[in-house]
């Protein structure tokens, strides 16, 4: 058998006997992926398992992660530091090998975390987008520094989710001919054949987008080959290669069944299937030494490529040195609080356009930045003055338009952060976060420096009315884990904003803005600007406080004229203003206490829903907020009757203290 035989056959049992042993997974899909694997890891993928980072490596993303084996099974082959014994431990606890793939802080080589169908295809459209960006900065017409291209497997499943829609359609319009996509046709889903829901010609689909097509059988190496040396080389648009495979190909009695799909062959099958393919029962896990061979040329052939990239880079100097560095380090001036906060002009203004002045000062100092809005940059205020445009065959600019595409968006924010070069931000209104919420997750799971910036940020945005204003989506975005939710309350804490967002690496950050004007917060002389960093802090004290009020964004002023008023009655009140609550509470407890005067009684008002913060407000604590939807009003007259007036919140307080 030679060597290219062995490794597909490798790869197929070693795939059925992972999800074997560990019981759980999708063992068919693997199998008939297997070849095409081997030949994109063979013959077409640039990378060097000894510097998986590397920055120009052409990245291979499984959107279809169910078939996770097929790749944990490929990376072993290729060199990486993922041993035998890892894929024994598929899908056990601590292993390298979970049950989908996992990047940032698990598998080398894994690119991007895959599972929830569509998002790897759309995080691939934003690896190619990146490849093309950095290389329109950094590249010469003699000397390119980045030119990777992105290959993806992709399923029936990621073809129907919405998601894959939105971006390949942009991925065409953008003429992304750096991104190659296998579509396995394989005509199984989990609830049968795909023809009970999915009857369209996927091909035609993707012709419509602008995309190159072609079609294969799966399984004739011959066809494979040279389709994926045709689109390689296509040179003007992105390409799909539609591949007629068989899941389970080779199962007696379970190739082309939803049988083979979620669940282990099982025992009998697994020796029928072995037998028939002339494959040894024992032992399990059994890799010849020359299904390593095709890895191994492939990464020796790249080799001096490798090498003379790290020449190239190293020999690098001037502006080009200095651009490589801000890019591949995404640089931000240590001093960029300080820097923003000195920009800043604090008076009575709307949050988004206080966010977009502070913007440009951040573009001017971080190189990285980069982003754009899902068209609506005019209302948001995101765009990036004298940054350039993003188009069809032009990819120096910094400003994106991702077209009416919310969860397209965020999952391409999220691979322009994972490529390394870029700090991305997406921006919208605050209620169409609901459609990017999934990639909002990964970004979370990833801890991508995602940058997702959000207007338009409660029920006072006014006449547009209740489909337009946002009233869980605060709750509902501090509630996904390593997402910071940030709502600044004026010019400052906007500073203090882009500045946390700029410097946070270990997750994404959500900047919630308002679209009304709000007054400019006063703070008393020898106010220290750090403490507004520390994500809750004080902001007008009394000594001994009867009542804490805590308040976020536009609501803090209400606070701070409520206080007055209660002040004339005899009660003691200290202001919080609270922009990003998860930073405050990853501070230590006695910070937290002493910024919130524990024990004393306690408010919070924010125009959103209240249940989350019930539980700092405590049992003997208020509340107030809106639980119910919006309505069609200037946005004033929604404050009068829904009670967000210094003396309507004045009143509510004084009632609630008893008096």
Not at 286 to 301: G, K
Not at 304 to 313: G, L
Not at 359 to 387: F, H, Y
Not at 559 to 577: C, F, M, P, T, Y
Request: charged content about 20%; glycine content about 8%.
């Amino acid at each position: 058998m030679k060597a290219f035989d062995q490794a597909v056959r490798t790869v197929q049992f070693l795939s059925v006997d992972a999800v074997e042993q560990a019981n759980a997974g999708h063992p068919g899909t693997p199998m008939a992926l297997a070849g095409i694997g081997v030949e994109i890891f063979t013959r077409h993928l640039r990378y060097q398992p000894q510097d998986p980072v590397w920055p120009n490596r052409d990245r291979f993303v499984l959107s279809c992660g169910h078939a996770s084996m097929l790749l944990y099974s490929l990376l072993h082959l290729a060199g990486y530091e993922l041993s035998l014994d890892e894929l024994k431990h598929f899908r056990q606890w601590g292993s390298l090998t979970p049950g989908h793939p996992e990047c940032g802080y698990h598998t080398p080589g894994v690119e991007t975390t895959t599972g929830p169908l569509g998002q790897g295809i759309s995080n691939a459209v934003g690896f190619a987008l990146a490849s093309k960006m950095a290389g329109a900065r950094l590249n010469t017409a003699d000397s390119k520094i980045i030119d990777y291209r992105v290959f993806v497997l992709a399923s029936d499943g990621d073809l129907m989710e919405g998601i894959a829609s939105e971006a390949s359609s942009i991925a065409g319009h953008l003429k992304l001919d750096n991104l190659v996509v296998v579509y396995d046709d394989n005509h199984i889903t989990i609830d049968g054949k795909t023809e009970i829901t999915f009857s369209e010609d996927v091909g035609k689909r993707f012709e419509a987008y602008g995309w190159f097509v072609q079609k294969v059988d799966g399984h004739n190496p011959a066809q494979v080959a040279r389709a994926l040396d045709a689109a390689v080389a296509e040179g003007q648009r992105p390409s799909l290669i539609v591949a007629r495979t068989h899941i389970a190909i080779g199962a007696p009695t379970k190739q082309d069944t939803p049988a083979a799909h979620g669940a282990p062959l099982g025992k009998a099958e697994v020796e029928a299937t072995k037998k028939a393919a002339g494959w040894p029962l024992t032992p399990t896990f059994l890799v010849p030494p020359e299904a390593y061979e095709p890895f191994r040329e492939r990464t020796s052939a790249l080799a001096p490529e490798y090498d003379a990239w790290k020449k190239t880079v190293a020999g690098l100097k001037g502006e080009r040195a200095a651009l490589w560095k801000a890019l591949s380090e995404r640089q931000v001036p240590k001093n960029i609080f300080e820097t923003l906060l000195a920009a800043t002009d604090n008076k009575a203004d709307a949050t988004r356009s206080h966010s977009s002045k502070i913007q440009q000062k951040a573009a001017e100092l971080v190189p990285a930045l980069a982003g754009g809005s899902a068209d609506l940059a005019e209302s948001v205020k995101t765009t990036i003055k004298g940054g350039g445009d993003v188009g069809p065959g032009e990819f120096a600019g910094r400003n994106l338009h991702f077209g009416i595409r919310e969860h397209a968006m965020g999952a391409i924010v999220n691979a322009l952060a994972l490529s390394g070069f870029f700090i991305p931000y997406g921006s919208t209104f605050l209620i169409f976060s609901d459609y990017m919420r999934p990639a909002i997750r990964l970004a979370g799971l990833m801890k991508t420096q995602s940058l997702f910036v959000y207007s338009h940020d409660s029920v006072f945005l006014g006449e547009d009315g209740p489909t337009h204003q946002p009233v869980e989506q605060l709750s509902s975005l501090r509630l996904i884990p390593n997402l910071d939710v940030v709502r600044p309350a004026d010019a400052f804490e906007c500073a203090a904003a882009w500045s946390h967002a700029l410097e946070r690496r270990e997750g994404p950050t959500a900047l919630v803005l308002t679209r009304h004007k709000i007054p400019a917060l006063e703070r008393a002389a020898g106010f220290d600007p750090a403490r507004m960093r520390d994500g809750a802090y004080v902001l007008a004290d009394s000594e001994r406080p009867d009542l804490v009020i805590i308040a976020t964004g536009s609501e803090v002023h209400l606070a701070l004229e409520a206080r007055l008023i209660l002040e004339k009655k005899g009660k003691r009140v200290r202001v919080v203003s609270a922009p990003c609550w998860q930073a405050f509470e990853r501070l230590p407890v006695e910070k937290q206490n002493a910024v919130l005067a524990t024990p004393a009684r306690r408010a919070v008002i924010e125009a959103g829903s209240t249940g989350l913060w019930r539980g700092v407000a405590g049992l003997d604590g208020i509340v107030i907020g809106i639980d119910h939807f919006g309505a069609s009003a200037p946005w004033e007259r929604i404050a009068e009757e829904w009670g967000f007036t210094g003396a309507l919140v004045a009143e509510r307080l004084l009632a609630f203290l008893g008096t």
